[in-house]
C-alpha cells in the first residue's frame, strides 16, 4: 500500500476554541482510515480542512507526495477527494441525477447531459454496489438511499479518497451492512476511505487503522485489529468508560400519558399509526423498538402537537390533549428530544442562549413585559452549558458552529432541564460519544428517578434494553406486543420487529 494522503502539523484556530492542535494525519491507498474522538475533539473541522472548507491557520497538506493548497471544495473535487457531511446536503425538489450533476459545468445540451449523466449513474451504482435510482426524486428517498446519493455524487466527480462524517448515525443496522459492503467495494478498487464513527464496533468492523483525536490533538495511530474497544475508548476520553448502566428498580407511580386507539397518517396521506394504545406511569420508561420507518415519528409527533391524529385520544394525566398546539402541551410539562436536531431540535442561526430559552423566553423570569430579561437568559444558559458538559467558548456562539455532538447536549440542555411530567425522547443518543452517552443515559435515568414519565424511541436495540422498564415493539404503525424489560426474549422481539405479533401484553 501507498501513502496517498499526509496532512502535517494542521493547526486551525477559531475565536477561542484550537480545534486542531499539530494534528498529523495519513492515509493509504485501498485503506479504510477511522478517525475517532468525543464530540468536539476537532474531526469535522480537519475533514473540513481536507475538503477546502476552511484553511489552516497552519500545516500542509501533500496528496501523493505533492504539497498542496486546497483552496476551496473545487480545487479537492480536482484532487480526488470527495466528502459526504455529517448532514446531507442535497436538494429534495431535484432528482438524482440532477442533484449529481448540480453545479458541474455543462458541456452539452440539458438534456442530453441528463441523460448521459443518468447512464453513468447506473454505472457507478453497479459497479460500487450501490442501488440508486437516477430518476427519483430525492425527498422521496430514504435516509440511507440519499446517503448512496452523495456517495455517487462525489464518485461521479472522480473523487478516490472518499470522506464519510459520522454515515451511520442516521442509518438502520441493515443499512449500515449495505454501507459497509459499498466500502469494501472500493477499497478493493483501490480508493481510500476516511470514516469517522463513534460506534466502536463498527470501528472495529470496518477499518484498516484508527488514528484517535483528544481536544483538537491527535494521540494515536495504530492498527485496528491490535486494539480493543476499551482501549480504543480510554484513547478517546483519557479514562475509563463504563458500558453498562444502573437500572434501580422504582414503583411506578400514577399513569401520565395514555393513547387510546390512536390513528395519523403520514406526510404522504397514508396510514401510519394504526389503532395505537399505551400507557407510560411516573418512574417508568417505555422503550419503543422497531426498524426505522415504522411509525416512531408520527407517533412522536402526535404525542406533542405537532401531527394531527385522525381518531382516538391523548391524555395528559386526565386532561385530553388530542390535537393540542404543541406551546400547551410544552406547558403542560412535555419535553421533547427531536429525532433531527437541525430541522427540528435547533434554529441553527440563533446563538445557543437563544436556543436554551426557545420555548420560555416568553415567560418570568426571562421576560418581564415586553423585555427579554438577558441577564437571567445569560446567568442561565452559562449554567446549563456547564451543566452538559457543552463543549463552546461562550454562550453567544452560533448554534450551526457547535460540533454535531455538542448540538445534541444543547437540546438535552434545555429539554431536561424544564423538569418535566413526560419526556419524550428520540433517538437522545445519536451523534454521541461514548462518554456523552453515559452521561445522557445516566440523566434519562435521573428524570425517571425524579418521577416523570419517559418514551424513549430509538433504533439501538441496546439503547431501549438497557434503559426501558417495558418495551413496546412497533411494526408497519401497529404495537405488536408490550414485554416487561425482565421477561424479554432477543428472539422474540426480533420476530416483532418483523412483524409477528405477541399475544401477551405485559
Ligand atoms: N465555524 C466554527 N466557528 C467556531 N467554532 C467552530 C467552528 N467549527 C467548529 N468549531 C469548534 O471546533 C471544535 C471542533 O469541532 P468539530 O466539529 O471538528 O468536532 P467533532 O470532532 O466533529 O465533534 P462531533 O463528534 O460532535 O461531530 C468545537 O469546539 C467546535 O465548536
Ligand atoms: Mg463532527
Known sequence: MSTVLEMKN?????????ANDNVCFSADSGEVH?????????????????????????????????????????????????????????????SVVENVILGMRQRRG?????????????????????????????????????????????????????????PTAVLTPQETDELFGVIRHLTAQGHTVIFISHKLNEVKAIS???????????????????????????????????????????EPGAPVLR??????????????????????RQREVLGIAGVDGNGQRELVEVICGLRKASRGTVWLGD??????????????????IPEDRQARGLVLTMTLKENLVLHDY????????????WKEIRDHSRRLIREFDVR?????????????????????????SSQPQLLVAMHPTRGLDVGAIEYVHRKIMEQRARGAAVLLVSTDLDEILSLSDRIAVIYEGEIMGILANHQVDIGEIGLMMAGVKKTAVA
Open 10 to 18: 494542521i493547526t486551525k484556530k477559531f475565536p477561542g476554541v484550537l
Open 34 to 94: 477511522a478517525l475517532l474522538g468525543e464530540n468536539g475533539a476537532g474531526k469535522t473541522t480537519l475533514m473540513n480542512i481536507l475538503y477546502g472548507l476552511y484553511q489552516p491557520t497552519s500545516g500542509e497538506i501533500y496528496l501523493k507526495g505533492r504539497k498542496v493548497e486546497i483552496t476551496s471544495p473545487k480545487v479537492a473535487i480536482e484532487n480526488g477527494i470527495g466528502m459526504v457531511h455529517q448532514h446531507f446536503m442535497l436538494i429534495p425538489a431535484l
Open 110 to 166: 440539458a438534456f442530453l447531459a441528463i441523460d448521459e449523466a443518468a447512464a453513468k449513474v447506473k454505472d457507478l451504482s453497479a459497479r460500487y454496489g450501490l442501488a440508486v435510482d437516477p430518476h427519483r426524486k430525492v425527498g422521496d428517498l430514504s435516509v440511507g438511499e440519499r446517503q448512496r446519493v452523495e456517495i455517487v455524487k462525489a464518485l461521479y466527480r472522480g473523487a478516490d479518497l472518499l470522506i464519510l462524517d459520522e
Open 208 to 250: 484498516d487503522r484508527v488514528t484517535v483525536l483528544r481536544q483538537g490533538r491527535a494521540v494515536t495511530t495504530v492498527k485496528t485489529s491490535r486494539v480493543s474497544k476499551e482501549e480504543l475508548a480510554r484513547f478517546m476520553v483519557g479514562k475509563e468508560v463504563l458500558f453498562d448502566i444502573e437500572r434501580e428498580p422504582l
Open 259 to 280: 393513547l387510546d386507539q390512536i390513528e395519523a397518517d403520514n406526510d404522504l396521506g397514508l396510514r401510519a399509526l394504526k389503532n395505537v394504545s399505551l400507557e407510560i
Open 319 to 336: 386532561i385530553d390533549v388530542t390535537n393540542a398546539s404543541p406551546r400547551r402541551i410544552t406547558e403542560l410539562g412535555t419535553a421533547h
Open 362 to 373: 416568553y415567560r418570568p423570569p426571562f421576560s418581564r413585559g415586553h423585555f427579554l430579561n
Open 392 to 416: 463552546t467558548p461562550h454562550e453567544d456562539l452560533l448554534a450551526k458552529n457547535l460540533s454535531g455532538g455538542n448540538q445534541q447536549k444543547l437540546i438535552l440542555a434545555r429539554e431536561l
